[in-house]
């Protein structure tokens, strides 16, 4: 019987499990949510969020996270955004980061913070534009120093760098511009 016992604790950890799931169907931004600059409101079931002049930076919104390694998919709109990112943080600072523009998709490995000497690296890069008005599926891989971002089911960037492999504290959704869009969060871990 202790050795089922153990049998099924080994096996349940091993399942993947929801972390974060939201697909803004409520009218108000669970207090979960964090809005450090910009406008954010949710609209028809939507997400979205507008940089301010007055604040001088990107409109950004995070969540805590509390992971070392997962996957994570949400739904990204560009709607007239210069840039739309996911950001997934360290604690302490930036960890790193997929960028969308109508130009093209970056992974980089952020400079954790303004007082880092450490330096953001690009870790891979493609010039495929994100168009504007279209939702864009982007699902993150993140596994140990390894991490993948597959945007739409066929564009590719992966990158590794030892400094990945930390915890995950929190992530959040910058925007540049006038706004973009997110739906259908959904992050697991095993």
Known sequence: MR???WLLLVCGSLIARDVVVDSFSSAKL???WKITKGKWEI???VLTGSELTEDKHNAVVRRPLGIRNGKMSVSIRMDGAKSAHVSINQKGGHLFRVTLTPVGVTLLKDKPNATS??????LSKSSTPMAAG???TVEIEM???KVMALIDGKLKLEGDNAKLDVEKFDFGFPVSGVSASFDNV???TE
Do not use: F, M, Q, Y
């Open 3 to 5: 050795n089922l016992t």
């Open 30 to 32: 669970d207090p979960a």
């Open 43 to 45: 609209k028809d079931g």
């Open 117 to 122: 000497e450490e330096k953001a690296e690009v």
């Open 134 to 136: 279209v939702w864009h």
């Open 143 to 145: 596994k140990g120093s």
């Open 186 to 188: 959904k992050i697991t």
